[in-house]
């Protein structure tokens, strides 16, 4: 089939690669436009851009998926199937039209749970024990279509977002593949998503990733694990802004945010036992050990995390 792949970010790469290598033909790559980041003002394309760059693929880069020129575009290149791996932009229903065999969305949850921006994260921050990966038909209503295929992923117990998405990107993208080559052979029709079990998951901000010191130890570890890396947790430890690694539940009890430096670690007290400091990283430094980093800041005796 002839293939148009829309997709941006580095866990979207293992797909476009599996489809590249397969027996189908990715006549084009979408995705977000290039941005201009760094002190040099550089330029910077997307993981999936430089991916389709490296193969000589066209990529189409609308500013807005609803710009005239870019449906021109699309059906020039006249896909059969245009499968989609966070591509980071609605599609309207007119681009949706196009390929005769549609869009098909791979999504990091097993839907109906998790529909939104950022499943991985949220699976994590609600303590589930499995997440995976399904493929879907894309329809106007958010992640709602008719699925094609689940896989599924146990949650590790020190799992962070990062690592977690990992292995869901390189393992959805064989999910992709089979189901692209199962609807080229029309042996494959989706399934309805039921009414029940709906959960949502909306973009995780650097708001909503500061770390709540008054929710219990086991909330707060979940919490920064599931927004660790991107926007990693942060917190205000005195008048110092530091962001927050990944953390141990500890024994002791101290009040919500209080801070106690030990020779053992660095604690945090939570609703209800402390919580040990992994790494942490004070802004416009490097990532340090919490310990280290509490020794040459001189914290004061009393000293709060809020």
Same mark, same amino acid.
């Given at each position: 089939m002839r293939?148009?792949?829309?997709g941006t970010?580095a866990p979207?790469?293992?797909?476009?690669?599996?489809?590249?290598?397969?027996?189908?033909?990715?006549?084009g790559v979408?995705?977000?436009?290039d941005?201009?980041a760094?002190?040099g003002?550089?330029?910077?394309?997307?993981p999936i851009?430089?991916?389709?760059?490296?193969h000589?693929?066209?990529?189409?880069?609308?500013?807005r998926?609803?710009?005239?020129?870019f449906?021109d575009q699309?059906k020039?290149?006249a896909?059969?199937?245009?499968?989609?791996?966070?591509?980071?932009?609605?599609?309207?229903?007119?681009?949706l039209?196009?390929?005769?065999l549609?869009?098909?969305?791979?999504?990091?949850?097993?839907?109906? &749970?998790?529909r939104?921006?950022?499943?991985?994260q949220?699976?994590?921050?609600?303590?589930?024990?499995f997440?995976?990966?399904?493929?879907?038909q894309?329809?106007?209503?958010?992640?709602?279509?008719?699925?094609?295929?689940?896989?599924?992923?146990?949650?590790?117990?020190?799992?962070?977002?990062?690592?977690?998405?990992?292995?869901? &990107?390189?393992?959805?993208?064989?999910l992709?593949?089979?189901?692209?080559?199962?609807?080229?052979?029309g042996?494959?029709q989706? /399934?309805?998503?039921?009414?029940?079990? /709906?959960s949502?998951?909306?973009?995780?901000t650097?708001?909503?990733a500061r770390?709540r010191?008054?929710?219990p130890?086991?909330?707060v570890?979940r919490?920064?694990r599931?927004v660790t890396?991107?926007?990693?947790?942060?917190?205000?430890?005195?008048?110092?802004?530091?962001?927050?690694?990944?953390v141990?539940?500890?024994?002791?009890?101290?009040?919500p945010?209080?801070?106690?430096v030990?020779?053992?670690?660095?604690?945090?007290?939570?609703?209800?036992?402390?919580?040990?400091?992994?790494?942490?990283?004070p802004?416009?430094?490097?990532?340090?050990a919490?310990?280290?980093w509490a020794?040459?800041?001189r914290l004061?005796?009393?000293?709060v995390?809020?």
């Open positions: 293939l148009v792949f829309a970010p979207a790469v293992p797909s476009l690669q599996r489809l590249i290598e397969s027996h189908h033909e990715v006549v979408v995705t977000r436009p941005t201009v760094g002190r003002r550089k330029v910077v394309r997307s851009g430089s991916l389709a760059d490296e000589g693929i066209p990529v189409l880069q609308p500013r998926a609803s710009d005239p020129d449906a699309l020039e290149l896909p059969d199937c245009c499968p989609v791996v966070a591509y980071g932009a609605l599609l309207p229903q007119s681009v039209d196009i390929p005769p549609g869009w098909v969305n791979l999504h990091f949850s097993v839907l109906p &749970a998790w939104g921006a950022a499943p991985v949220a699976a994590i921050a609600a303590g589930d024990e997440t995976g990966a399904s493929t879907f894309i329809v106007k209503e958010l992640d709602a279509g008719p699925v094609f295929g689940v896989m599924t992923e146990r949650i590790r117990p020190t799992d962070t977002s990062g690592e977690l998405l990992e292995r869901l &990107a390189r393992e959805g993208a064989e992709l593949v089979q189901t692209i080559d199962a609807l080229a052979s042996a494959l989706a /399934v309805p998503q039921s009414g029940d079990g /709906v949502y998951a909306p973009k995780v650097v708001d909503s770390v010191w008054d929710h130890a086991l909330a570890d919490q920064i599931a890396p991107a926007p990693g947790a942060w917190t205000e430890i005195g008048d110092l802004r530091v962001k927050v690694g990944p141990q539940i500890a024994t002791h009890s101290l009040n945010g209080e801070v106690e030990r020779k053992d670690g660095v604690f945090v007290g939570t609703a209800t036992t402390a919580v040990r400091l992994g790494d942490v990283q802004q416009g430094k490097r990532l340090m919490a310990l280290d020794r040459g800041a004061a005796e009393g000293t995390a809020q």
